[in-house]
Each structure stands twice: as C-alpha cells, then as structure tokens.
C-alpha cells in the first residue's frame, strides 16, 4: 500500500548519508547588493554533489530549503525533489 502525506516518524530519510559524515563541502553567504540588511542573507551549504541545504528570511519567516539539484547548460538548476520548512516545522 502506498502512503501519502505527512510522516511524522522519520520513515522515508535518506539512509544514504550518515550523520558522522565530514562537514559540508561548501559553505557560501549571498546577500543582496542593493540592500545591506541581515534579512536578504542567505546561507547555502553544499551536502553532497547534487543536493543544496539553504537558509533564508522570506516574507518576514526563516525558511529551510533542502533541495536536490540539476545541471542544464552548464547551469545548476533546482530540481522539484526537495523541501521547504519553516522553523516551526524544523
């Protein structure tokens, strides 16, 4: 049987990567160049070759995106697996 929707028990993680891993390959701070305040800061941290965790403040809200990403043209695009969480769902 296939299940849908929220899972609350950790099923599903990916099993791939362990937590005693190595710290995160890249660490990159993108801010806006018009604008100086701390609430355009975003921070990217690199997991694994094609998997992006970032950090954001978003319409007032402290975002968490855990992406899985795509080369196209040379360019590294976002994929549509991946997650985007408040801190209230961290």
């Known amino acids: 049987m296939s299940f849908r929707g929220k899972r609350k028990d950790g099923e599903g993680l990916a099993s791939d990567e362990n937590e005693d891993h190595a710290p995160p390959n890249k660490v990159s701070k993108i801010s806006s160049a018009v604008d100086s305040d701390d609430s355009d800061d975003v921070v ?25 990403f795509y080369v196209k043209d040379g360019k590294q695009l976002p994929g549509k697996k991946g997650i985007s969480l408040s801190l209230d769902q961290v």
């Open 44 to 68: 990217v941290c690199e997991i694994s070759k094609n998997r992006r965790v970032s950090v954001r403040n978003w319409n007032g809200k402290i975002w968490v995106d855990i992406r899985e």
